[in-house]
């Protein structure tokens, strides 16, 4: 039985004060959640602040993105060994914002992952389609390319120490939400081609639903059998509402 997981994905959010606050809030939610496993992925400036805050407790916690490189001339990145050090369990990579805004291609979302896997971080590997791609019934073609090009480069056992969030483009920020039967579909899409290469990695690889997950949503989505938790945006700013989400994960 695959364990849920409810992941926070701050994005490009939060101050010292905010910070405190937040993860101080969801100590006791996350600690009581004990069949759930709770994580927080922070802007790289903060993973320390984290690391420091969630001392003792179950909350896990990595970061939003990572280099492709561990040490040399790459200002303003991040290497997944530095990540690692500040006991990060977890690195999103290719996330639609990252592919979107800084050009990341399929490729260089591979060699992101590998990377974090070489530092031994758990990547959590962002896929989905856009509004036009979704209204053209594209979505599965989209979702396998974009699986194919990290089984290409990392092989298919790579995902037994992964994690795949699948976030429908069109459903980011704008307050839509794919419907619980269209998430649920796309997920059973996923864990099938990934079953076409090793049925035993497919039946055991958490996918997350990373498309404006929230407290209203979350308890249809979470019931679904092959959606085994959330990649969480706005709402994993607010204690209370991702506290609620937690809960409907329980």
């Given at each position: 039985?695959?364990?849920?997981?409810?992941?926070?994905?701050?994005?490009?959010?939060?101050?010292?004060?905010?910070?405190?606050?937040?993860?101080?809030?969801?100590?006791?939610?996350?600690?009581?959640?004990?069949?759930?496993?709770?994580?927080?992925?922070?802007?790289?400036?903060?993973?320390?602040?984290?690391?420091?805050?969630?001392?003792?407790?179950?909350?896990?916690?990595?970061?939003?993105?990572?280099?492709?490189?561990?040490?040399?001339?790459?200002?303003?990145?991040?290497?997944?060994?530095?990540?690692?050090?500040?006991?990060?369990?977890?690195?999103?990579?290719?996330?639609?914002?990252?592919?979107?805004?800084?050009?990341?291609?399929?490729?260089?979302?591979?060699?992101?992952?590998?990377?974090?896997?070489?530092?031994?971080l758990i990547p959590v590997l962002c896929i989905g389609e856009s509004l036009a791609q979704f209204e053209a019934g594209e979505t599965a073609n989209v979702v396998k390319t974009q699986l194919q090009a990290v089984i290409d480069k990392c092989g298919i056992k790579s995902f037994e120490k992964a994690v795949i969030a699948y976030e429908p483009i069109w459903a980011i920020g704008t307050g839509k939400t794919a419907t619980p039967e269209i998430a649920q579909n796309v997920h059973a899409q996923i864990r099938s081609f990934l079953a076409s290469f090793d049925a035993d990695v497919a039946a055991k690889v958490q996918v997350l639903y990373g498309g404006s997950c929230n407290a209203k949503t979350a308890p249809e989505l979470f019931k679904q059998p092959d959606i085994d938790g959330g990649l969480v945006g706005g709402a994993s700013l607010k204690p209370a509402d991702f506290a609620a989400i937690i809960e409907a994960a329980k």
């Open positions: 039985m695959r364990q849920k997981l409810v992941m926070g994905n701050w994005k490009l959010n939060g101050t010292k004060e905010s910070v405190n606050a937040l993860v101080n809030a969801l100590l006791a939610p996350v600690n009581a959640a004990t069949n759930v496993e709770v994580a927080v992925c922070a802007p790289a400036i903060f993973i320390g602040t984290v690391e420091a805050l969630a001392k003792g407790s179950a909350l896990q916690y990595g970061s939003e993105d990572c280099d492709v490189h561990t040490s040399g001339a790459f200002t303003g990145e991040n290497s997944p060994v530095m990540i690692k050090e500040f006991g990060c369990k977890y690195a999103i990579v290719g996330h639609s914002e990252r592919r979107e805004y800084h050009n990341e291609t399929n490729e260089v979302v591979a060699a992101k992952y590998e990377a974090a896997q070489a530092a031994g």
